[in-house]
């Protein structure tokens, strides 16, 4: 709305009062009357602005600098590579650089395996990602000029193609190359492709990769050992024409445990790097499988999810199944997930009943619960022939194995029966029910043992759209398959409750992080969030011990062994205060990937630089980096401006005057006797 109307109707209002009380009633025409008149008028046109309360506009400038973006690969090839002192000299004349930092806004950072703004280098980091890099700066400058300089040797070891990335990241890349174009002659085991299980008595397959890099013709020879003995080789032979070949070949599974491996090229004369020849590797060898069948008589989403997830793990593997074919091959399976049971399930109940197999029933709107109250005795549900959406709310005192939190609260709702359900038997719940964001004191999943006999309840269809929102939050399955595998782990085995639960892989490659879970509850196996836990390791060659304490990770505890040397460990871990312990063995295997390069991916960089509008600089070349930033029309410190809107009312000033001629008015009366 135009103010203007209302002040300049202001303006004659306060000077009519004015008037009027100093002029018009007083009939008198001194310097004094006409100095009050003025008084008085400003202070009721002053009083009446601020009732008005106009807008102005209020336009402030400044000078935004563009930013530059340094991004230093920080993993151990960098050092391997023999160029570390050559980039920490880098990045001390880009800090020393005046006219670059008053030019620029440069923020440093370093990348590994995750992303940290620093510019204190150690090249220990055991990976390198440099498409994580990527994606964190494209949030973070996404809307901003901020070239960018990539300080690295191009060799990615983990996560998506960095070169893909680029193209999104719409802003000019200027990689620093920390190598050269020189090629060496090198062999190398690039793949070893091989299953983590293996079963007793039976032969495994492994496929390798093996790679040459040279101008001339090389023989060599791949032997696989184990220990001392030879349990495999070949000879092969390589050219200019015939770079690669894919060996495929199988290893006998003769006893239960963990079998290491160790896959070698034999070294060419005067080859440089022999690291990368060499490829250790190990298998668990199981004396049988866990077969889980998944009865359903409908066809549904959810049983392609369940049957994903269980075969997710090489130790299990799930079969979907009608009525009638269970029945056929009932004595092959050691659990059943009953999916929806209706009217044909009574049958199944028998089965599994004289079989003493552990059941895992999954209800929805297809469940015939009338039939189902009356084919078991452990719980009742309330039939109200409606159905309900329920979101789950993990339980964090749920004890009997442990669960990560997978965001529960950001999944999609189950459909299942509305209506109370009732246990008549002890039971453990690991989901809640929760309706409109408030939480239900009725169990969406449970758990409970009868009669040595072990059994789980999930209230809702839907589970598909759990492992689909995994991957949405993570990028894979992982999360959303290691819990149902813990389910069934705990559906598929007679192991008591204990208070103390550990989560661990049996080996771990010498490149992955090798991280140990655990949950301690106490006699009333709620769980504790005051223990101290402890690992003690010890190397079964060397005999070191090395003593480690788990932290606190919202609903478990955590270790992390990923600085181990590689080799065999057994360990313990233990409470204080505690007479509670549990024992085992871990392997690590020597792998360490960021050593397996001789050379620096030229032409990878070259092309992120030509895409995104850079230029590339080899690490020998980089006294011009400076001065193409400078000069580059691009990057230009740019004068921008903001607009506020600004209340009268926040004039502090107009106040300030009201005060002083009120103050002002009154004086001048006292002192003159006209009050």
């Known amino acids: 709305m135009n103010s203007i109307p209302i002040i300049i109707l202001a303006v004659i209002i306060a000077l009519a009062i004015a008037l009027f009380q100093y002029v018009y009633k007083s009939k008198k025409r001194t310097k004094i009357y006409w100095l009050l008149t003025a008084l008085r008028f400003v202070t009721i046109f002053s009083i009446l602005l601020l009732l008005i309360n106009p807008k102005f506009d209020s336009i402030s400038y400044y000078n935004e600098k563009p930013n530059l973006v340094v991004a230093v690969d920080n993993s151990e090839s960098v050092d391997y590579l023999g160029r570390s002192e050559e980039v920490i000299s880098l990045i001390n004349s880009l800090k020393t650089n005046d006219a670059l930092n008053k030019n620029f806004n440069v923020q440093y950072f370093t990348f590994g395996s995750n992303v940290t703004r620093t510019d204190a280098l150690s090249f220990k980091e055991k990976q390198s990602n440099m498409a994580l890099a990527l994606e964190r700066f494209k949030e973070v400058y996404g809307n901003s000029v901020a070239p ?18 680029s193209k999104t990241y719409k802003q000019p890349i200027f990689p620093i190359i920390l190598g050269d174009t020189t090629t060496f002659t090198d062999l190398r085991i690039s793949q070893l492709n091989v299953n983590r299980y293996a079963y007793l008595k039976n032969k495994f397959p492994v496929e390798l990769i093996a790679t040459y890099e040279g101008n001339t013709d090389v023989n060599t020879q791949l032997k696989i050992t184990s220990g001392n003995a030879t349990v495999f080789s070949k000879p092969l032979t390589f050219s200019q024409s015939n770079t690669s070949e894919i060996i495929s070949f199988t290893l006998p599974a003769n006893r239960v445990g963990i079998s290491g491996y160790k896959a070698e090229l034999l070294p060419l004369e005067n080859e440089k790097n022999v ?55 009932s004595n092959d399976f050691q659990m059943v997930v009953m999916y929806q049971p209706s009217t044909t399930f009574k049958s199944v109940f028998e089965e599994a009943n004289r079989l003493n197999l552990n059941k895992f029933v999954i209800t929805g709107t297809d469940t015939n619960w009338s039939i189902l109250n009356t084919l078991q005795t452990n719980y009742k549900q309330q039939i109200t022939n409606q159905s309900e959406d329920f979101q789950p709310s993990l339980n964090q005192n749920y004890g009997t194995f442990t669960i990560d939190n997978l965001s529960f609260n950001d999944f999609p709702p189950l459909t299942s029966e509305f209506g109370e359900t009732t246990f008549s038997v002890p039971f453990e719940t690991i989901l809640y029910k929760t309706i409109n964001g408030t939480q239900i004191d009725e169990p969406l999943l449970s758990t409970f043992e009868i009669n040595s006999r072990r059994e789980a309840l999930l209230l809702g269809q839907g589970l598909w759209r759990w492992r689909a929102q995994t991957y949405l939050n993570q990028g894979d399955f992982n999360a959303f398959d290691d819990f149902m595998g813990k389910l069934v782990q705990y559906l598929s085995s007679s192991q008591q409750k204990t208070r103390l639960n550990l989560n661990y892989e049996s080996f771990y490659d010498g490149n992955d992080n090798v991280v140990m879970t655990a949950q301690f509850f106490n006699k009333n196996y709620e769980f504790d969030a005051n223990a101290n836990l402890d690992i003690t390791l010890k190397h079964e060659i060397s005999e070191a ?27 313990t871990v233990s409470a204080s205060n505690e007479t509670i312990s549990k024992s085992g063995e871990i392997k690590i295997l020597e792998y360490n990937v960021e050593q397996q390069f001789l050379n620096a991916d030229v032409s990878k960089l070259q092309t ?68």
Not at 288 to 311: C, F, M, R, W
Not at 548 to 568: I, M
């Open 148 to 165: 960018t300089l990539l300080i690295t040797d191009g060799n990615q070891t983990y996560g998506r193609d960095f070169t893909y990335l």
């Open 275 to 329: 690291i990368n020849n060499v490829k250790n590797f190990a298998v668990e060898v199981i004396d049988q499988k866990t077969n889980v069948a998944i009865v359903s008589e409908i066809i549904h989403p959810d049983l392609g999810a369940l049957k994903k997830a269980i075969e997710s793990n090489e130790q299990r593997q799930a079969s979907i199944v009608t009525v009638e074919e269970f029945l056929k091959q």
């Open 545 to 571: 011990t090395t003593t480690l304490p788990f932290v606190l990770n919202t609903n478990n505890y955590q270790v992390d062994l990923s600085g181990l040397e590689p080799g065999d460990y057994t360990f």
């Open 608 to 675: 992120v630089a030509t895409s995104s509008g850079g230029t590339s600089y080899f690490i020998d070349n980089t006294k011009d980096v400076a001065n193409a930033l400078l000069n580059d029309s691009r990057f230009v410190t740019i004068q921008k401006s903001t607009k506020k809107v600004v209340p009268l009312i926040d004039f502090k000033y107009l106040l300030l005057l009201i005060a002083l001629c009120l103050s002002a008015e009154w004086f001048i009366r006292k002192y003159n006797g006209l009050i």
